[in-house]
């Protein structure tokens, strides 16, 4: 399997305009978890789906934060519009469900810089 | 509410020295606990994880950890370090019976030859 897929790698934008990052999890996952990394906040939950739907979105900052998965094998995460501030790398990671126990597995990353 | 807790955010050793990164946790009961480490530019990749039972796992790459219930820890350990381990690891808390996982801050590892 080639692991949890990211795209794109580094994406540059101007604040205001529109972003998104896609996100392929490992084939058979049930759970995707979306993370943001930055070195004031070290890594936080941003929201997680099972089987598609949204379980927890308590942790996306704020309405410009979206996130869609309409199949098994594809999620997005939308910044619209974007601000200095959502610099940032953003990583998603998939795990078969059972309670918590499973190892959550990460993709590279998406490095977000927002001038 | 849960937290985790790594008091070392930079920690330099040289290669071939025992190691130990710390990590404690605020939970009302025994939470699942993992530790992740993180290679630069690379995603989080899973080391070892305690759920219950022996208090000493063992993990990849010949990492170890204890878990210490008195002490609400659960220490990272390796007796000789490599130049290659040099990362940056992270403890994290499952809280039982739900899929999430709350992370440190983080240590930052750096290994002199």
């Known amino acids: 399997d080639a692991g949890v897929i990211q795209s794109p790698r580094h994406e540059v934008t101007e604040m205001g305009q529109e972003v998104t990052l896609r996100c392929k999890p490992i084939?058979?996952?049930?759970?995707l978890f979306w993370y943001r990394q930055t070195m004031m906040r070290g890594l936080e939950l941003l929201i997680y789906f099972n089987n598609n739907v949204p379980i927890d979105d308590s942790g996306m900052p704020e309405d410009r934060f979206s996130a869609k998965m309409p199949n098994a094998s594809f999620s997005t995460l939308k910044i619209q519009p974007s601000e200095p501030r959502d610099s940032a790398v953003y990583f998603c990671?998939?795990?078969?469900?059972?309670?918590?126990?499973?190892?959550?597995?990460f993709g590279p990353g998406t490095r977000l810089t927002v001038l | 509410a849960q937290s985790v807790t790594q008091p070392d955010i930079h920690i330099t050793v040289s290669e071939g020295a025992s190691l130990e990164l710390r990590c404690n946790y605020s939970y009302g009961a025994t939470p699942y606990l993992f530790w992740y480490v993180q290679s630069p530019g690379q995603g989080l990749q899973l080391l070892l994880k305690?759920?219950?039972?022996?208090?000493l796992v063992q993990g990849i790459k010949g990492f170890e950890a204890e878990f210490k219930r008195s002490q609400s820890s659960f220490n990272l350990r390796k007796p000789s370090v490599h130049w290659s381990d040099a990362a940056e690891y992270f403890c994290?808390?499952?809280?039982?019976?739900?899929?999430?996982?709350?992370f440190g801050t983080g240590t930052r590892l750096q290994v002199f030859p």
């Open positions: 994290a808390v499952g809280p039982y019976n739900t899929d999430k996982l709350i």
């Open positions: 305690y759920f219950s039972g022996d208090t």
């Open positions: 990671a998939s795990t078969v469900g059972d309670r918590g126990k499973n190892e959550q597995f």
């Open positions: 084939s058979g996952h049930d759970y």
